[in-house]
């Protein structure tokens, strides 16, 4: 199983909160909402937002990592956690919702699966809007099978967690059981600082090639992680040796910019949201 780090993962928080501040803002359900769903709840990093908007729901946070749900249990001690991958929590647990937020965790599954697995969330809730990244053609993801290549590494079985179709395969599977879709892509530019000398990004070894560049940094705990695991971890000799040449062609592709206050990098980052209204000819179970 994969293994989550919540102190790394959270250390970019300002820039993985701004898409899910945007796809909560565009969520019209504001009163009668007392129960939320967070799908994929990590480290509950979203509990703060969801509770701003909707200060007396019940929070369900559902999550497949031990480790991040223990962070949240102890952030977040009012939020219920849950350990389940999703499609078995939606086989188990059919209550209703009236909202499920889903920020940054669906693509860590194949849109075959998400193809079955929408309509059964659809089923059960009032709203469903969830957000992915969209890294397709992005330079920080497509220079880790470079690297591996480089190196003759073989990555050809792991899979880039990503969302893998455009917007209209998604609206072929959730506009024949929604009131409305709302579908759209953003591509944020992220201002990231560089820190020489900051916290290691592989928790571990000390690995000084990619300690201080901020691109590596944020996709160790993300995306970098499944080429990572299949070289055996961050701290075998494969692993040491592919994130040192990720991090030269990442330093060659996401140079700092020099200022007064100290270098900064501009990172470009795509991600598609979706906020579906399900369609209900009887009204939802009783709770």
Request: hydrophobic share 40%; charged share 25%; net charge negative.
């Amino acid at each position: 199983m994969r293994q989550w780090d919540p102190s790394l993962y959270l250390k970019f928080g300002a820039a993985r909160r701004r898409p899910l501040e945007d796809l909560v803002s565009r969520i019209g359900a504001q009163q009668g909402v007392s129960r939320i769903l967070d799908l994929g709840c990590g480290a509950g990093s979203a509990v703060p937002v969801l509770r701003a908007k909707w200060p007396e729901a019940t929070i369900v946070g559902v999550d497949s990592s031990r480790a991040m749900l223990d962070r949240a249990r102890r952030d977040h001690p009012d939020v219920l956690v849950v350990e389940s991958d999703f499609a078995s929590y939606f086989d188990d647990r059919p209550s209703f919702f009236d909202v499920v937020v889903s920020n940054a965790a669906l693509h860590w599954i194949p849109f075959e699966e998400q193809r079955r697995l929408l309509p059964k969330i659809l089923g059960a809730c009032g709203v469903l809007a969830f957000q992915m990244p969209d890294t397709r053609s992005q330079p920080s993801h497509d220079l880790m099978r470079i690297a591996a290549a480089n190196l003759g590494l073989d990555v050809s079985a792991v899979r880039s967690p990503t969302t893998e179709r455009d917007p209209r395969d998604y609206y072929d599977i959730l506009a024949p059981l929604s009131q409305t879709v709302d579908l759209w892509t953003t591509r944020y530019s992220h201002v990231l600082t560089t820190t020489a000398g900051g916290t290691d990004h592989t928790g571990g070894k000390d690995h000084p090639g990619g300690k201080d560049h901020p691109v590596v940094q944020f996709t160790s705990s993300t995306g970098l992680r499944p080429f990572v695991d299949a070289l055996g971890g961050f701290d075998s000799d494969d692993g040491v040796a592919f994130v040192d040449e990720y991090t030269r062609l990442i330093r060659e592709a996401y140079p700092p910019l020099e200022l007064d206050d100290g270098p900064e990098i501009i990172f470009p980052f795509k991600r598609f949201f979706a906020v579906a209204t399900a369609r209900r000819s009887s009204p939802p179970p009783a709770l």
